[in-house]
């Protein structure tokens, strides 16, 4: 099922239970603001989610009540871990917002793909 951006944020979304250490992860990264782990559901040979620890369900609500502090954090976290060598030949940063992006976790989350051509970046219909 797909995110209504507009929702209250849920405090039992899986991404929020692997905050509070209630499901375990493949951690890449992690600080007081940020957590970064491998997919369980790979899309390339690198996939890796990066999340902000606050209650944000989006972009939009990220960016409007995020301290400025959450910001930096997430972004320089993003740009720690795309300097990594199995990154070397380049990368790509989605972020799903909505029902119309497909957005499955009402939490936000950065996809970090790599490791292999991806191709081009919409779907042509």
Not at 61 to 84: C, M, N, P, W, Y
Request: charged share 20%.
């Amino acid at each position: 099922m797909t995110v209504d951006i507009h929702q209250p944020y849920d405090d039992n979304n899986i991404f929020a239970r692997i905050i509070r250490g209630e499901i375990p992860c493949k951690k890449v990264f992690e600080n007081d603001q940020v957590l970064a782990f491998h997919d369980i559901n790979p899309q390339a040979p690198v996939h890796i989610l990066v999340i902000p620890k606050g209650r944000y369900v989006s972009w939009d609500d990220f960016s409007e009540k995020a301290s400025d502090t959450e910001i930096a954090a997430l972004t320089r976290a993003v740009g720690q871990i795309s300097r990594d060598p199995a990154l070397n030949n380049g990368y790509r940063l989605i972020v799903n917002c909505g029902h119309d992006a497909d957005q499955l976790v009402p939490h936000l989350h950065i996809h970090i793909l790599s490791g292999k051509e991806l191709g081009a970046k919409l779907i042509q219909s």
